[in-house]
């Protein structure tokens, strides 16, 4: 039976792995309800998940899940004690925090770009993820863990994929990546520096002294012109006004 689980559980992470790019380590999102399962079945997941999986995983969670928790009491002391040991993922309700299952289907919605699998015993919770193509979902059945098979959304999807009609986000991540690589599209991080400008130093023409104006030769001769007609009338009246007392003595 245990390799029938594996066998099942291989070929569902191929699909996952080949269609959708989920990779090692798996992040495997928990929520309350799959800690408190995991506790009545004593299910150790630290040691049992890899193996099962067959490759590294990392259990996460996030604080709306941890919120929840505290808030429900010493019911689920025990998985609130689990999910405190677990990874805390960053959500987008840092301020106001929502409910455990509307944070983790809000971490795998727009194609679950981080490829996160989605861990819950929530029956609602597990509807809505299988309409999100490329969420691998997992549950606890008979204190066993299982990995679901893919959703008939997330096959449908695939076969449109195959088919030309849609672009998986694996397939546009690459197809970015190549383009980074080529130079066809400049890299996020050389976007975000800002160009600086550079200091300067003077304008050198700036510092160049102020030539002085070489005086204007006509207008000073024209000046000394008429200076030299002034000094001449006033000449000429002063012999006039001698002449003219001489003749009245």
């Known amino acids: ?10 070929k ?20 309350g309800t799959f800690c408190q399962a995991a ?24 604080r709306c899940v941890l919120k929840e928790l505290e808030t429900l009491g010493n019911d689920l002391y025990g998985a609130k004690l689990i999910a405190q040991k677990c990874q805390v993922r ?20 727009e ?7 989605v861990a819950t015993q929530d029956q609602n919770l ?17 204190n066993t863990m299982v990995l679901d098979k893919p959703s008939p959304k997330t096959i449908a999807f695939v076969k449109a994929v195959e088919s030309g009609q849609l672009v998986s986000v694996h397939e546009k991540e690459s197809i970015k990546h190549l383009k980074e690589e080529q130079g066809l599209v400049k890299n996020p991080e050389q976007r975000r520096r800002k160009k600086h400008k550079k200091i300067s130093g ?3 023409l700036s510092c160049l002294k102020k030539k002085k104006k070489a005086p204007d030769t006509q207008s000073s001769a024209s000046e000394k012109k008429r200076k030299r007609k002034r000094i001449r009338n006033r000449s000429n009246s ?6 003219q007392n001489a003749e009245g003595e």
């Open 1 to 10: 039976m245990k390799i029938t689980r594996q066998k099942h559980a291989k």
């Open 12 to 31: 569902h992470l191929g699909f996952f792995r080949n269609n959708f790019g989920v990779r090692e380590p798996y992040q495997i999102l928990l929520d």
């Open 39 to 62: 506790l009545r079945g004593r299910i150790q997941l630290r040691e049992q998940l890899p193996r099962y999986l067959m490759g590294e995983t990392q259990l996460c969670t996030t």
């Open 90 to 109: 960053n959500c987008p309700h840092f301020k106001n925090a929502v409910s455990g299952s509307e944070c983790l289907l809000s971490m795998v919605e």
């Open 111 to 117: 194609g679950n770009p981080h490829h996160y699998f």
């Open 126 to 142: 597990s509807m809505k993820v299988k309409k999100e193509p490329g969420v691998p979902l997992m549950f606890i059945i008979q």
């Open 202 to 204: 003077p304008n050198p």
């Open 238 to 243: 002063k012999v006039l006004s001698e002449k």
